[in-house]
């Protein structure tokens, strides 16, 4: 069971970028839960939510691909169907994230929105850079990136 359930906590952890070396709690609920060992491969499906402190993470389904060294070896993960992040001073909102733990770039497609106390971008594509601390709104694809912003 313990075996099953590590996909689990090193999605969360993927999921914000941090360091297995500085685990936090992780609360993971999904109304379905499977995992393919010979596709290498964990479904999270349902109503997905992922906790940890400072970050929630909606979803109606996640994706984790690891590789040969099991799930402990995260390759890559998609959340769909109407993907919510939310951290303690803004929320994103998209369609899909992928997330490359080897590059640590997280990239939200899809109808994008970021919403907090000074304002709201919307566009196609968001690209979090975790290694750097860098974010890139582009319209990528088609579309324009668009703000409003209230001055404080």
């Known amino acids: 069971m313990i075996a099953r359930l590590a996909p689990a906590l090193i999605l969360a952890l993927a999921l914000t970028g941090a ?3 500085a685990p936090a709690p992780v609360e993971i609920s999904a109304n379905e839960f499977t995992v393919e060992e010979s596709a290498h491969q964990a479904t999270f ?7 940890r402190p400072g970050m929630t993470l909606w979803a109606g389904k996640v994706v984790v ?9 995260i390759v890559s993960f998609v959340a769909t169907g109407g993907v919510r992040l939310q951290t303690n001073d803004q929320t994103a909102k998209g369609d899909r994230a992928d ?14 929105t970021i919403t907090n106390a000074s304002g709201t971008l919307t566009g196609p594509q968001l690209v979090l850079n975790l290694a750097d601390n860098t974010t890139t ?8 990136v668009t703000g409003v912003f209230t001055p404080q």
């Not at 691909?65 to 070896?73: A, F, Q, V």
């Not at 997330?99 to 994008?112: A, E, F």
């Not at 709104?137 to 324009?144: H, I, M, N």
């Open 19 to 21: 360091s297995l070396a």
């Open 45 to 51: 499906a349902g109503d997905v939510v992922v906790k």
């Open 65 to 73: 691909d690891y590789g040969d060294g099991g799930p402990s070896n």
């Open 99 to 112: 997330y490359d733990p080897k590059t640590q770039i997280l990239r939200l497609t899809g109808n994008v």
């Open 137 to 144: 709104f582009s319209a990528k694809g088609g579309g324009r």
